[in-house]
Structure formats: C-alpha cells, structure tokens
C-alpha cells in the first residue's frame, strides 16, 4: 500500500517539538534552541535530520539516561580566540549553537574564532552552524565526530564516525553557499530513511564482514549497530574510486574532534559499556573566520556568487538540465516547502502519535 503523505505547516511541527521537548525535561529555551535546529533541517528539504530524529535519536536517549536534557556547558579553557567547552552530555544543538556563537564573538574582536567540545551529543545538521557564521558575514566552518560507521579503506570494521566536515560562506545571492555532508558515501540518517519507505539502498554504500554490498536498509542499520556492517568511506569500496579519500578526510575530523580536547574517539563512542547504554561523548569543533579583517564583506561576496554564478553557467553534460552549487538545492526546497511545511510519511505518523500520547501532549489535532 501506499505511504500517505501529510503535510504539516513548520509553525505547527515547530511548537509541537518545544513542547514534547519540555515534556521530556529540556527548558524551554533549550527546547526552543533544539526545534529551531530540527525544524530548519526540514525546511532545507534534509529530512534525515529534521523531526524525524525528535523521538529515537532525542527523546527516546533522554528516557533511557543516556542524554541529560538539562544542559550544562563548562569552559574547561579560554583565550582571546579559543576555547575548550564541556558539554556534561548535554542537547548538542544547544551546545554547538552556544560554542559556534562563542567562535563569532572571538572572530569579530580578533578574526578568528575557534571552539572545541568534548563531552556533546547529537547536534542536528552541522549546516545550522555553519549558516550562523555565514549570517554574520563570517565563513563558518564545523566538524563533529559520531558513533563508529565508516571502516578504513580495505577495512571491514566500523572505526570511524560518519564525520561531516562542513562549510558555510556567504554571498551576494538569496543563500549561502553551505556544503554539509558526511564523509561516507551515505550517512545512518539517509538510510533511516531507506529503510523507512521500504526501499532498497544503492550498491556500494554499506559493506558486510565479507567486504560484499548489502542494499537492505533494515538490517544495514541492525548490523551497524552490532559492528556486523561498516558503511564505506566518501569514495566508495577500495582506491579506485578513491575511498581513500573519505577515509583520509574522516579520520581528521576524528583527530580535530577528539585530540585537541582531550576527548574520546572511535570505538570509545558507541553508546554502549559492557553491554549497557552510555551517553555518547561525541566531539565538536567550531571555527569563524570575520571576513572583514581581510577584505570589504560586500567584495568577498560578489566575488563568491561571481564564482558560483560562473559554475552554474559552465556546460552541461548532455541530458543534464543544469548545474547546481551547494546550498541552492536546500533553498530551492525552502521555496518549495515554506507554503507546505513539513512531509510527514507513516512511520513519522506513529513516532508523532506515539510522542503526543504517552507524554500527553495537548493541543495538536493532526490529520492522521
């Protein structure tokens, strides 16, 4: 059968998060800080992040223990244009929102602005901090690191975290130029969503312990979890396409993420001890660059959309309909979806249902 499509306004699925968010124990600024971040993943047409994530990745750790919704940030170190926060395994966007907006107010003084984190969960899609930077006429850049997915170029272990390293720099046009993406063919959100809609995943993207492909979202994400599969580095399988690459550039996000923090890593990452759930200890990093210590910010701008417009000019492969730069494809599904909100299939139906019932949320007379 079918999957129905519902269509929820933003203003509507953004309220309902605060206040399942607040349920679960989060204050109500943190709640709001959370839900902006979720629901500004939805409106970039990124719905492996947005409130598809709300219950299993936030909710469902705060009931087992293993994320505390009240989040504490401490300044373990700090100078004129660094810092070294402990987030105590707090909401990670709440975190990296605070840390990156610390890295802007460095940035403006001194130009640069750097902020590691240790001890942090979850932060949604790293674009948001990115655009912040962008928003102040900065280039923002942020990495984190993540439960072990990838395995090493001729590996077949998961090691490494999917590990986004991303950018976000302003222009002249209507949006940012922002690259957000995994340094794995495919991060665990997209095949979340995979195994959602029933599909099968493209060859290539997770590998068992024999180094064979497997397409079957459902039990990659099982077998991920019990270090049966390893998703393959940006790349692909083995040099030729060069996984190297992905590998090479995962690994120093790991390094960033962990040692100049004194954090954890790797393995030390999954969520479990002894067989028993664990907070997550994931590490960040957030850099700003206030581009008007080097040059006018209107000059760098037009000269990043001149670059931009000029890409997008260039000659098309035959068939092909146009070139796209990064960034323009998530405001092109802001336009698309900012008079229709949020697409909720089924299994969102449920989560949804399930969330407003057994945390008794009033208030929200959803079409499903």
Sequence with gaps: MEDTIHWIDFNTMERFMVDVLKAA????????????VLITSDKRGIDSHGINRLKPIYIDRIKDGILNPITRMEVVKEGPTTAVIDGHDGMGHVIAKKSMAMAIEKARQYGLGMVAVRNSSHYGIAGYFSIMAA?????????????????????????????????GIPTDEEFPFVIDCA???????????????????????????????????????KKLIDGTAA????????????GYKGYGYATVIEIMCAALQAGRFMKMLSGFEGGKKVPYHLGHFFIAIDISHFIEPAAFKKTAGDILRELRASKKMPGQERIYTAGEKEYRAWLDRKDRGVPVNKSLQEDIVALRDSLNIKGYDFPF
């Design 135 to 167: 928003d102040a006429d900065m280039i923002g850049i942020t990495g984190t690191n993540a439960r072990p997915s990838i395995a090493p170029t001729f590996g077949i272990e998961n090691m490494l975290g999917t590990n986004p390293l991303v950018f």
């Design 25 to 36: 124990g989060v204050p109500d600024e943190d709640a709001r800080i959370c839900a902006d």
């Design 183 to 221: 340094t794995s063919i495919s991060q665990r959100g997209k095949i979340e969503v995979y195994a959602r809609q029933g599909k099968k995943m493209p060859e290539g993207w997770v590998i068992d312990t024999n180094g064979n492909s497997t397409t079957d979202a459902n039990e990659a994400l």
């Design 231 to 242: 998703l393959t580095p940006l790349g692909g399988i083995g040099e030729d396409g060069g």
